[in-house]
């Protein structure tokens, strides 16, 4: 082996490094070349690794988890929220005002008395319910969990939140129960973890949830305005595939109470605002006025679509329900809902006890404790609201998993 730069010397490989000790550390020239020896035979073959190597050296776990799923909390953010301290809830709906012996007595001769009138209502209850999770773990995997995880390289300390399924969507919420959070322990992630599936479940229970079918459950959005007694309006549904907006702008009109905002499955909204951005494409349904400002149908960003009946915010939640038609097409139901009326929300959820970690009383050698609330949802004046039921052309697809 030849070295022109007493500067360089070789390592075990016969590779040329920088001598450190001479001439206050100078690199040596690149354009030196150096020999390379004969690489020794390597006995046995194939190399098998020490016996002992995986016990010495564990390959580490990296402490950040991730959420590879999706999660849902539109609606449960969309909806405003009341408080009471009472079990159940009681309003009374004012339904029926006229003359006694009907609209014709209105009028009166000179003289006589003006006819006499009656009302009538009917009262309604909505049992609030509770909803929840549990868990029970040991003090001993609560400590053991603390050492691993603070260690900061064998133990989940870091948890990444799931995808909210309503990101980029129009009429969808881009913000999930967490994006990132550190966990100290067993304990903190469970509590995490917990958090978000109530909250997740919540949000289901309000567009799913069934009363008749579970006596533990509130009605949903779903279930309430699809009773008949309840009086929503509805419409005769024609399955052609294709949505109209023209047919849906009657559909908004032919009641004397008009919506504020329309909720649906994110697929259908989106089929929606199709509709109404090719209803002013170009400019053919611009509507004027004197003052030189105008309404375009179509896409709004902020979550909105101008509508015959005004601009309506739209609610996209995954959890509204479509059915494959297995034609290329799938059928959906989408909601048209006034929020409120003078200043007194129709739509809202109710809360006695509102959602909270209470750990339990410890037992022996573990502890448990639970994420609760107790809550309903309430829709009044249900002939306020709409459901109209139509077909998309599209599919239903399912690709991460959901939580719940």
């Not at 929220?81 to 309003?91: F, G, I, R, S, V």
Request: with cysteine; charged share 15%; net charge negative.
């Amino acid at each position: 082996m030849t070295i022109n730069n007493p500067l360089s010397t070789p390592d075990i490989a016969g590779e040329r490094v920088l001598d450190l000790g001479g001439s206050h550390g100078q690199e040596f020239e690149s354009e030196i070349a150096v020999q390379r020896t004969t690489d020794p035979v390597i006995l046995p073959q194939p190399y098998v690794s020490p016996a002992d190597f995986a016990a010495q050296y564990p390959t580490p776990l990296d402490p950040t988890e991730v959420i590879a799923m999706c999660e849902e909390i539109t609606v449960w953010q969309a909806l405003p929220e009341d408080t009471t301290a009472l079990q159940a809830y009681t309003w009374r709906e004012l339904n029926s005002l006229a003359f006694t012996s009907g609209s014709a007595y209105i009028s009166f001769a000179d003289g006589e008395c003006p006819e006499e009138y009656t009302h009538d209502g009917e009262n309604t209850t909505v049992p609030l319910k509770n909803i929840g999770a549990k868990k029970t773990l040991s003090i001993s995997d609560i400590m053991h969990s603390r050492a691993v995880a603070g260690a900061n390289w064998h133990g989940i300390n870091q948890l990444v939140g799931a995808i909210p399924a309503g990101e980029g969507v129009p009429g969808g919420s881009d913000v999930g129960t967490f994006e990132q959070e550190h966990v100290a322990d067993v304990k903190e992630k469970e509590v995490r973890l917990s958090m978000t599936l109530v909250l997740n479940g919540w949000d289901n229970l309000l567009v799913n949830g069934d009363v008749d079918n579970n006596s533990l459950e509130f009605d949903g959005i779903v279930n309430r305005l699809g009773d008949v007694a309840c009086g929503a309006n509805t419409n005769d549904n024609s399955a052609s595939g294709t949505f109209s907006a023209i047919s849906f702008d009657r559909f908004l009109a032919e009641t004397c109470a008009k919506p504020t905002h329309i909720f649906g499955s994110p697929q259908a909204m989106q089929e929606v605002l199709s509709a109404y951005f090719q209803l002013g494409y170009q400019g053919s349904q611009i509507v004027n006025f004197s003052t030189g400002d105008r309404i375009v149908p179509g896409f709004n960003f902020a979550g909105f679509v101008n509508t015959g009946v005004g601009r309506l915010a739209v609610v996209a939640d995954n959890n509204f329900p479509s059915a494959d038609m297995g034609t290329g097409a799938f059928q959906s139901i989408v909601y048209a809902l006034r929020m409120n009326h003078n200043g007194v929300p129709l739509v809202y959820k109710l809360t006695q006890i509102p959602l909270a970690l209470k750990d339990l009383v410890p037992g022996c050698t573990a502890i448990s404790f639970e994420v609760w609330a107790k809550t309903a949802l309430i829709i009044k004046h249900c002939c306020a609201h709409g459901a109209y039921t139509t077909q998309f052309t599209g599919r239903i697809q399912t690709t991460c998993p959901t939580i719940g």
